[in-house]
């Protein structure tokens, strides 16, 4: 066997042993990711959704799950809006949480992002913008305040702050929430919204 036809062989018998095991870790781990996704979504329902226990979903479409927060007598508790779009860098994903009218936002937290280190990235920071989410109108689309302002008191009850250095970060989230708005109230008037959905688990 030629030199040349040896290195093909021994080559392609690398590629192939490393094919094999790229895709058994690949199967070995898919469960153990999944599972993981799934308490992270859990957790964050929790989390947005104040005395909410549980959470059973009562929509589901790509990117866009709505759960029923409960609380542990099996009350709703508020709702909870799983959502996803695109930011500066690559996918965002988010949860939302709403009370029981769907009037008003208890809290947003961000579940996936790969903005900027030190800017789009702040998207994540409770202090420098998550805080300017909590109790606003969700009544009617919301909007940036740019320049940021000083203070939360100095907010409309439908402005959030940009983050400094990262417009375009700020306007991705606030798109993805104005996105889940309309599909939220469409839904809503069709009478989609039973809380007597499927547990989230």
């Known amino acids: 066997m030629s030199l040349s036809s040896r290195m093909v062989a021994v080559l392609t018998l690398v590629g192939f042993l490393s094919g094999g095991f790229l895709a058994t870790v690949g199967h070995l781990t898919r469960e153990r990711i999944a599972l993981n996704k799934k308490m992270e979504v859990e957790r964050a329902i929790l989390a947005v959704v104040p005395g909410a226990s549980a959470g059973r979903i009562i929509h589901e479409e790509k990117d866009f799950t709505v759960y029923a927060g409960q609380d542990k007598d099996g009350q709703l508790a508020g709702f909870a809006v799983y959502a996803a779009g695109t930011g500066f860098q690559d996918k965002i994903v988010l949860m939302l949480g709403l009370d029981v009218s769907l009037s008003r936002i208890n809290s947003l937290t961000i579940l996936e992002q790969k903005e900027t280190p030190g ?83």
């Open 119 to 201: 800017l789009g990235a702040k998207i994540t920071d409770e202090t420098s913008f998550l805080v300017y989410w909590e109790g606003k109108d969700f009544g009617k689309p919301l909007s940036l305040r740019k320049p940021p302002a000083a203070s939360r008191e100095s907010l409309s009850a439908s402005e959030v702050n940009t983050i400094t250095g990262a417009t375009i970060s700020s306007q991705a989230v606030l798109q993805i929430v104005n996105s889940a708005r309309e599909r939220i109230i469409n839904l809503n008037k069709e009478g989609k919204l039973n809380p007597e959905g499927k547990d989230a688990k």
